[in-house]
């Protein structure tokens, strides 16, 4: 790892623990505002990307899943179907029963690993040979208990299987192949702390067999002998004020505090400043005194950690939310096409100037994203920055523009942000990056603001639909806000989604959104 700072170059050779690292150049910025600043600090880190290997694994299991179960019914009814009702309903219980068996034997082999998925030519032969032991399984159940003709089963389904597991393990292994050369696939680690603690996490992380994280660097305040500039081949690079800002411009999956359980005051400084990051938190337990249950810890590798924040969503359900994102988003983009045609065409008629909007707001980890939106002002009176929030009755607003800003019209533009990823359907609302409450930014009213951007920011979310939207002129309605943003963040779920999104169109009805909405 190369870093460039404040013009000094520094050599961190930071390695993944078992594997080489993966190229790629990372902006790193510093500064103790919460709005970071750039500077000239440069990381070589691998992927921005993070795909984590269990969501590859589900994946895979249900893709798996679905194709062996649907083969197996389809030559299991071609073999017993002529006996009707029974038999047919006999062929779908032994395909499921199939189908769950075999997944069980591929993941309990092992064969749903990544680093298995990356040889395809080394696991598809195993693989083949569990394929092929449970349609013997299979076929002597099938046989036994229905008749099932098992010489003509074990044919056609050894055909299936040398089909499709080549053919799928192919098609990942090319699709992986670059990703794990990227470092998609590791883990990346802060060290927050220095000196002998964090030494001794450093040297466990490494005698940890087929642990595969980068460790990025140490972040500490303490200037002094107990916290070096350089733990072995790792470089300090940084206060921990520093670190909210490294990780908006660089990838950071998960955080560890290495310092003694008994300086609880600098500890829970340390945690203050961290807990806005939407990344796992823990502490190392090696300087922990406490004999607590095996389960009270995780472990990463052999580092036995205390888990103090997880990010609100985790990889699985991460992935869960994209998805019905964009399915949802481009079924609504379907829908609305003919009313965002109407809309732009009235636009147009009304004023000249683009349709379209473009405005700079923040979203997930506080990064800068441009958000879509039908214009609704005109053009040389439009706000970017929004330093003037709009009011009722405002000049600035055309005809058009105030009843699209009313029923919300104006947001339709914002499903293709969701498509391009920079949006959610739900969620806190992107806030523009000069947007104030009775004259004050909204981090300096509400402490914590910037943990609402633990998710991706929405369209719609749980505040809007309780009536907090339009116009934040006083301190507590920011405030209302936030309490609402970040209640749908530690309750999300996607039936809390689905309700939103039902709830929105009656909550535009509302007697309380023509109030505020304008």
Not at 27 to 50: I, L, M, Y
Not at 373 to 401: E, I, Q
């Amino acid at each position: 790892m190369t870093i460039t700072l404040d013009g000094r170059k520094l050599d961190q050779r930071a390695v993944p623990v078992k594997t080489a690292l993966g190229a790629g150049r990372k902006k790193q910025e510093r500064g103790k505002d919460a709005r970071p600043k750039r500077t000239g600090w440069r990381v070589r880190a691998g992927s921005k990307e993070f795909i984590a290997p269990e969501v590859v694994e589900r994946v895979l299991k249900l893709l798996d899943f679905t194709a062996l179960g649907s083969g197996a019914l389809v030559v299991l009814m071609q073999l017993l179907g002529q006996g009707g009702a029974y038999a047919a309903v006999a062929a779908g219980m032994l395909a499921l029963f199939h189908a769950f068996l075999t997944l069980w034997a591929l993941r309990e082999t092992g064969h749903y690993r990544i680093p298995v998925l990356l040889k395809p030519l080394r696991g598809v032969g195993a693989g083949l040979g569990v394929l092929l032991t449970t349609g013997v399984i299979t076929a002597v159940i099938g046989w036994y208990a229905f008749g099932l003709p098992a010489v003509d089963w074990l044919q056609a389904w050894a055909l299936f299987a040398v089909i499709w597991l080549p053919g799928s393990r192919l098609v990942v292994a090319l699709w992986a192949w670059p990703k794990e050369k990227a470092g998609a696939f590791r883990r990346h680690v802060v060290i927050v702390g220095g000196g002998a603690a964090a030494q001794r996490a450093i040297d466990t992380l490494e005698r940890s067999a087929g642990l595969d994280v980068e460790i990025l660097g140490l972040f500490d305040d303490r200037e002094d002998d107990r916290s070096p500039d350089h733990i072995r081949r790792y470089s300090k690079l940084g206060r921990i004020a520093d670190l909210a800002a490294f990780a908006r411009e660089n990838r950071v999956d998960l955080v560890i505090v290495a310092i003694p359980l008994s300086a609880e005051k600098r500890l829970l400084q340390m945690l203050e400043r961290l807990w806005e990051l939407p990344v796992d938190i823990r502490i190392s337990a090696l300087e922990s005194e406490l004999k607590l249950s095996p389960r009270a810890y995780d472990h990463l590798g052999d580092l036995p950690l205390l888990a103090v924040f997880d990010r609100p969503l985790s990889e699985w359900d991460a992935f869960v939310k994209a998805a019905f994102d964009r399915v949802v988003a481009a079924l609504l983009l379907v829908l609305f096409a003919p009313v965002m045609a109407v809309v732009a065409l009235a636009i147009r008629l009304e004023s000249r100037g683009p349709v379209i909007f473009r405005q700079k707001r923040y979203g997930f980890n506080n990064e800068l994203i441009e958000v879509w939106k039908f214009r609704s002002m005109y053009v040389d009176r439009c706000d970017a920055n929004a330093s003037k929030l709009v009011t009722k009755d405002d000049p600035r607003v055309t005809k058009v523009g105030r009843f699209i800003r009313k029923t919300s019209l104006d947001e339709l533009p914002q499903l293709i942000n969701v498509l391009k990823g920079d949006l959610s359907l739900v969620g806190p609302r992107p806030h523009a990056t000069q947007a104030k409450a009775a004259d004050k930014l909204y981090e300096q009213v509400v402490h914590g603001y910037f943990a609402r951007h633990k998710v991706k920011p929405g369209i719609t979310g749980w505040a809007q639909i309780n009536g907090w939207r339009g116009e934040t002129d006083t301190e507590e309605k920011i405030r209302m806000r936030v309490k609402y943003d970040l209640e749908y963040i530690n309750n999300w779920s996607v039936w809390f989604d689905l309700y939103i999104l039902l709830k929105t169109p009656i909550a535009l009805l509302s007697p309380a959104n023509k109030e505020n909405a304008y």
